[in-house]
């Protein structure tokens, strides 16, 4: 018996296409798929079954109209996409059976996404091409993670390894389906089919299978999801780590049905994370064990440093009208040392403070702070002629003697690396943080700080440097002409990070130097704040 051929109109009045009948019989009305010819170049639809009218919301008339074209359905940047799959399924017959997924919209804008396969259909008119497309709505639960069939073979290829594979517990037969992927991680035989729950169940460890069956059990009572890592011992007797994800799956009368999840071998990854969790640790004793030799020799390094100076003052007091000329400069040279090491061994020991302090936070105003400084440094003021400006200063939570250390150390140096013959002028300002002006990305975003800026018309420093400066015993300058022991700043940056902030310089060409630190407005009192 002949197969009937149907007829269909390919835009002018009068003229038809006689297409292939093998293809025509797969284009169904009543069929799941959205099935469409299409003509190029105009993209004109010849023809659209019940489906494709169905789904993007159109008549038989309208999809008859000869000035409906398939762009109409096609968002707007995807065209070029579609002519692209048009050169590959003209040239090689496999593309045929590979998709690619288009954004359609239907008529009244909606847009939903589609996979849409095509293929060439044979034509007499060498000036026009036809295409046979059928499109399926993508009708997942969740928006698949891939464009295309190229895209859907790599994101598999993810999960076509040893480490990961899939499984599904038929409830009433207890009967257990695996993946390839299951059975490299179990490392048993892939013709082993006699799969159920016990044997499953049989490779946890043994340390481990009380909290698996609890985990389970509450997947059944509870409805909740199955999250549970555990390990087990493979049929070579090797232990790996499983991080297991599954749900109970139940028919439409709520009757559970099967358990359908996945297993992933994260062993590789649990071992890195701890060796790199093990590495802070070890990191984080030795810098404390660093702390507190820093702390017990330099508080042991006070006694004899006090018998040098007494001893030094004695002599001085006793033998100064005999000590002349070399002698004289010896004992000078040797009393500037010892106050040298002095000031060496306090700025060890504020450094070492900051991360062993037990003080609470507090309300802290800055704006007395500042004044109490600017009372401590009165007489340095006053010999120089600095002048200090301030705004508005926030009140925060702080600790008040570290707040008071940070901004001392900061215009101390402000004063210290003044230029020849200039007055210093310090200034002080604060305003509200904001991520277009602050280097706030390295600070959490949920949380509100505050910008204070010190900025200064001394002597600057080189671009290069700006980091360095708060490193411990950097010093940019010899100590014959700027004195001090290259810690102040180290100390600084170790306060502001304690107060979850962030401090960093800025030279200013030809000015001087900025010094910015941002503090958050609240901190909260925790066992973690001095660990």
């Known amino acids: ?102 954004q359609l919209k239907n008529k009244n804008g909606e847009i939903a996404p589609f996979y849409l396969y095509a293929a060439p259909i044979p034509s007499d008119d060498p000036d026009e091409q036809l295409y046979h ?50 059975y490299h991680i179990f490392e048993v035989d892939e013709n082993f089919h006699d799969l159920k729950m016990d044997f499953g169940f049989s490779f946890v460890h043994p340390s481990d299978k009380q909290r698996v069956s609890i985990a389970v059990k509450d997947c059944f009572d509870k409805g909740s999801e199955l999250r549970v890592e555990f390990r087990i011992i493979t049929a070579l007797k ?41 590495k802070v640790e070890e990191l984080n004793h030795t810098n404390k064990e660093l702390e507190e030799f820093a702390y017990i020799a330099s508080h042991d390094m006070q006694e004899p440093l006090r018998k040098i100076t007494t001893f030094s003052d004695r002599l001085h007091d006793k033998y100064k009208d ?74 925060i939570d702080a600790i008040p003697s570290q707040m008071k250390q940070l901004l001392t150390n900061i215009i101390n140096n402000a004063i210290k690396f003044h230029k020849e013959g200039v007055t210093p002028i310090v200034n002080v300002v604060a305003e509200a943080a904001n991520d277009k002006t602050d280097r706030k990305e390295n600070l959490p975003k949920d949380i509100d700080y505050c910008r204070i800026e010190i900025t200064d018309n001394g002597i600057g420093f080189e671009d290069e440097y700006a980091t360095r400066i708060f490193q411990v015993f950097q010093r940019l300058h010899g100590k014959s002409e700027y004195p001090g022991s290259g810690i102040g700043l180290a100390i600084c940056k170790k306060i502001v990070e304690y107060h979850q902030g962030l401090i960093y310089a800025e030279n200013i060409e030809g000015t001087g130097a900025r010094f910015v630190f941002l503090l958050p407005l609240q901190l909260h009192n925790t066992k973690e704040q001095h660990s």
């Open 1 to 102: 018996m002949d197969t009937q051929i149907p007829e269909i109109i390919a835009g002018n009045e009068g003229k038809k296409e006689i297409l292939d009948s093998a293809i025509l019989n797969s284009i169904s009305n009543g069929g799941p798929s959205l099935v469409a010819v299409i003509r190029m170049p105009d993209m004109k639809v010849l023809f659209a079954n019940d489906t494709f009218k169905y789904y993007l919301g159109y008549s038989v008339n309208e999809t008859a109209d000869p000035i409906f074209h398939f762009t109409d359905v096609l968002v707007n940047d995807q065209t070029a996409r579609l002519l692209y799959q048009f050169s590959f399924v003209k040239k090689d017959m496999a593309s045929r059976s590979r998709f690619v997924i288009y």
């Open 238 to 278: 090797k232990i790996k780590t499983i991080n297991c994800l599954g749900k109970v799956i139940k028919d439409i009368d709520g009757n559970q049905v099967k358990l359908a999840g996945s297993l992933r071998d994260v062993t590789g990854q649990r071992l890195i994370e701890n060796s790199l969790k093990n």
């Open 133 to 182: 497309l059928v499109m399926h709505p993508d009708l997942s639960k969740w928006k698949m993670p891939f464009t295309s069939f190229n895209t859907h073979e790599l994101f598999l290829e993810q999960f076509n390894s040893e480490d990961f594979g899939t499984f599904e517990w038929l409830i009433s037969t207890d009967k257990i389906f695996w993946s390839v992927g299951i």
């Open 322 to 395: 005999v000590l002349t000329g070399d002698g004289a400069m010896y004992l000078a040279r040797m009393t500037a040392s010892a106050e040298n090491m002095r000031n060496l061994i306090n700025d060890l020991l504020d450094f070492s403070r900051v991360s062993k302090n037990t003080l609470p936070y507090e309300r802290v105003d800055l704006n007395v702070i500042l004044q109490q400084v600017k009372t401590d440094l009165e007489l340095i003021i006053e010999e120089t002629g600095t002048v200090i400006t301030s705004g508005e200063l926030p009140v």
